[in-house]
């Protein structure tokens, strides 16, 4: 797992990519192992637990939005044991309702330092205020 939260963060975005194309595995393993999980999505809602977050991703895995997810202005900061990422995503050429569809998010994204790595312990996304 990753050895870094730079690299976590990395890993976390390789993976959202490859949920968009339908694989959920690399996205659910990103995440802490831990039941103390949560997750604020692009949906709507608030989620907590690994079972209901891991289920959530899967869900979106099985939409195959296809396209991809890039980001900018992103900002790492972190101590022995947690760290959080803040950045934005954008979100290219996603089909929703057979539309290709661009979205633009903020993300904040908090990771905890286990015993296998840095893993992630909470994502929250928004509608970016631009």
Known sequence: MSNSLAEAHQDLYA???EMLAGDSGP????????DDISYAGPFGGFIVGRELVVA????TA???????IEISEVH???TDDM?????????INH???GQPVNLT???TNIFRREAKGWHLVHHHTDASSA
Not at 62 to 68: D, Q, S, T, V, W
Request: proline share 2%; with cysteine.
């Open 76 to 78: 790492l900061l972190s």
């Open 105 to 107: 998010h903020r993300a």
């Open 62 to 68: 099985a939409m195959r939005l296809g396209g991809r």
């Open 83 to 91: 760290g959080y990422t803040v950045c934005t995503e954008h979100g």
């Open 56 to 59: 959530d991703f899967e869900r």
């Open 27 to 34: 996205v659910c393993d990103v995440w802490s192992p831990s």
């Open 95 to 97: 089909i929703i309702n």
């Open 15 to 17: 993976a959202l990519n």
